[in-house]
């Protein structure tokens, strides 16, 4: 007998829905306070620390610094601060150790604020009430630490950091000051992410025995070759990134934290370098040093060749004679050290027991989750690239009794799922209800970067790790 099936179309209009303010609320947070029209932000505080505005009580306006003139600062949280968010958000100042793409930053915004060549004076001088770090994940753990020390939060992308000697610095400096960290784990706010949340949630699994969790990445260039970028940019340096079990992983490790809630407990992983890297080179004994897309000599033999677009040749490009950083790497140069076949087995402290793999090597992009529990088991597949990328996801609900539910869920556009707009209400207004507990601070961010660090240990040493001992030093 086949089981039978119902299908439930789930909205996801209300998902993280505003808090409606008060009338006397609303006319506060429309009327814009003096500093959003003002380039002098460097005044001492006034109605708040951090605020500049002195013409009234209770003003919501935050300043925020920039650690790191990446892309990602600028697209995500920069431009839209500037132009969906200039009643409650200002960027203040920037720093990178490339100062030239520092000054590139403040251009392409189109805003009015300060290019820094030094950290701390940027804090000392625009005092701001948060700095965002969007640097190379490597230096993540010093400039949130600094910024805690300095008396701001720190908003961080993923990962946290990439070790567990640099996660325990960030904790123990958010304990020592009382400042906040924030992570921005954006995948948790995407519609289908936030479905299954909420059905586990309802108990719709019971006891959670199982997770499997597969990640494919496309080495097509057809359709964006998602998995080659890694290795032709700084990611595919281990002491840059961490690799992709903490670069990557991150992101996945979490919501699987999140949606079963349970600690990750002991680690042991396998990973290998199969495509990607110098002993992979097709064309010859090795790759020459300097070699890149832009001067290479196969372009038209070589599966992986990317053409640098006119926003990466104004904004990387120009500004190498800073820092010497290139953005179109060859993918097969010789000090590449991550890896690209990558799985790993994660015991959790309450029974959970999770299969993880991370190819870099697909022909499509996507993600296949299956979690089983004693009531029965949820599996969800999501193609993000390819013939078989649909505008739905579904996640089914197999029981006991030979029933199946499907739940289709609307993909959401915008970055990551729809997840990057979600969390920048969050970030930004803060009026939003998170029954969820979709936000993640710190911890959250440990135990994620962790489960990757303890399978790059593991890869290492042969070893099943223990992440309490990494996590306590």
């Not at 004679?321 to 953005?327: E, L």
């Not at 029974?351 to 969800?380: C, F, K």
Request: charged content about 25%; some cysteine; glycine content about 8%.
């Amino acid at each position: 007998m086949l089981p039978a099936l119902w299908t439930v179309h789930t909205p996801f209009w209300w998902v993280l829905r505003p808090i409606s303010p008060s009338k006397k609320a609303q006319s506060s947070i429309l009327k814009t306070c003096s500093r959003a029209k003002t380039s002098k932000m460097n005044t001492p505080a006034a109605s708040r620390p951090g605020c500049t505005c002195s013409e009234r009580e209770g003003c919501t306006m935050k300043k925020y610094a920039f650690a790191g003139a990446s892309q990602r600062a600028l697209w995500m949280y920069c431009k839209p601060m500037l132009e969906s968010y200039q009643d409650v958000a200002v960027p203040c100042g920037v720093y990178d150790i490339n100062f030239g793409r520092s000054q590139s930053f403040v251009k392409e915004s189109g805003g009015n604020f300060k290019a820094y060549e030094d950290f701390d004076e940027m804090l000392r001088v625009e005092k701001p009430d948060c700095v965002i770090v969007t640097t190379a994940d490597a230096y993540h753990a010093e400039y949130i630490v600094r910024a805690l020390e300095a008396g701001c939060d720190a908003i961080t992308e993923k990962p946290m950091t990439i070790n567990e000697v640099m996660c325990r610095d960030i904790l123990e400096a958010e304990k020592r000051t009382g400042r906040k960290v924030t992570v921005t784990f954006n995948y948790r706010y995407s519609p289908v992410n936030t479905k299954i949340k909420e059905l586990l949630s309802q108990g719709l699994l019971g006891e959670i025995y199982s997770v499997h969790f597969e990640w494919l990445l496309t080495r097509n260039m057809a359709l964006d070759g998602h998995g080659a970028s890694y290795f032709r940019r700084w990611n595919s340096r281990m002491e840059k990134s961490g690799g992709l079990l903490v670069h990557k992983a991150t992101h996945h490790f979490d919501l699987i934290n999140w949606w079963i809630d349970q600690k990750p407990a002991k680690v042991s992983a396998f990973g290998q370098l199969r495509l990607f890297g110098g002993k992979n080179y097709p064309f010859g004994e090795k790759v020459m040093p300097g070699q890149r897309c832009s001067n290479c000599s196969y372009i038209d033999k070589c599966d992986f060749y990317w053409e640098i677009d006119d926003f990466d040749k104004r904004y990387y490009q120009s500004n190498e004679k800073h820092d010497g950083y290139i953005k179109d790497n060859c993918v097969y140069a010789e000090d590449i050290d991550i890896y690209d076949t990558m799985g790993v087995t994660v015991q959790y402290d309450k029974g959970a027991i999770m299969t993880y793999s991370l190819n870099a090597t697909t022909p499509y992009d996507g993600h296949h989750i299956v979690i089983n529990g004693s009531l029965g088991r949820l599996e969800m597949r999501l193609y993000s690239t390819g013939f078989e990328a649909e505008k739905q996801v579904h996640i089914r609900f197999y029981d006991l009794n030979n029933n199946v539910t499907d739940y289709a869920i609307t993909k959401a556009t915008g970055g990551h799922g729809g997840g990057d707009e979600k969390i920048r209400q969050m970030l930004f207004r803060g009026n939003t209800a998170d029954p969820l507990g979709h936000a993640a601070g710190a911890m959250a961010g440990a135990y994620s970067i962790l489960i990757g660090a303890a399978a790059n240990n593991s890869i290492a040493t042969g070893q099943v790790v223990d992440i309490e001992e990494l996590l306590n030093g």
